[in-house]
């Protein structure tokens, strides 16, 4: 049960929700085929609004929606009218107008997928907005964590590298404070947001003491597209003191898992070879464990629009 219009962010959802979309999309892991009469999105439209580039966000979406039954429709940005200057609030009446079941959106700037949310009828889903939150990407994580831990609770985490870019890091730790898991940022100071610590996380500026004894490593990607000055004087410098590798990832528990969210700049935030040791990195087990997120979570929405009609 989600007894929600949208998904907007980790932030806002309780424990139990989160425990229950992890639960539905554990089915959907396991049960790889569902059938036609099972398909909650069957004659329905679900249309994917992306106005940044993505890879496996939107492939996952589609491929997610498709699967249970729906006619996807990925909005054509380059060339909508948002080029001729429309804004925002007229795009989704605009939208609203063309009464799809569910939207799908990533946006640039932290809030407009709420925004959007807040003029439109259906059920909105946020992909990614600037750098707030990426629930559905926190989600998954959570299920690729139960999957090789063995658990959600009673977990040690340490997410490194650019903190204050990423939308992932943001929803992680809502996630994880939620199921009271300890967290630990590393980071280079430039690169943490200050006063984040008031998220009830610890903070530590070197891999030696912020990786001791964690089960689970997030490896974030330098954000360089979202920098708009020098963060570290060099890749080289970034990559030895912060580049997760053999060497550091002894700091680790010994069958501590790696993740990342890909796209990955190999030989910069995470040695190339160790991101391919499929002993300790899950990174490809994520992407499957999206796809069946984003499944429960469309699900999970179309059902409670249903019964709300
Ligand atoms: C992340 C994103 O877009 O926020 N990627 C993703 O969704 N797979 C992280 C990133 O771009 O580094």
Known sequence: ??????????????????????????????????????????????????????????????????LLGASVVNFPLSNSSQSKGETLIDLAATLNSMNPDILVIRHPNSGSVQLISEKVTCPVVNAGDGNHEHPTQALLDLLTIQKRVGRTDNLKIAICGDIS????????????????????????????????????????YNMADGLRD??????????????????????????????????????????AIIMHPGPMNRGIEIDGNLADNLDKSVITMQVEAGLAVRMSVLELLLKNKNENV
């Open 1 to 66: 049960m989600l007894n929600k219009k949208d998904l907007l962010s980790i932030e806002d959802l309780s424990k139990k929700e989160i425990i229950s979309i992890i639960k539905n999309a554990d089915n959907f892991y396991k049960n790889k085929k569902i059938s036609i009469k099972e398909r909650v999105l069957n004659n329905r439209t679900q249309i994917n609004l992306f106005f940044e580039n993505s890879t496996r966000t939107q492939v996952s979406f589609e491929i997610a929606g498709t």
């Open 165 to 204: 870019h990423s939308r992932v890091a943001r929803s992680n730790i809502f996630c994880h404070k939620k199921l009271g898991n300890k967290i630990t940022l590393i980071g280079p100071k430039t690169l943490i947001p200050r006063n984040i610590d008031k998220l009830g996380v610890d903070i530590s």
């Open 214 to 255: 964690v089960d689970v490593v997030m490896v974030l990607r330098l954000q360089k597209e979202r920098m708009d000055g020098g963060y570290f004087s060099s890749e080289r410098e970034y990559f030895h003191l912060y580049g997760l590798d053999d060497r550091k990832m002894k700091y680790a528990k010994p069958k």
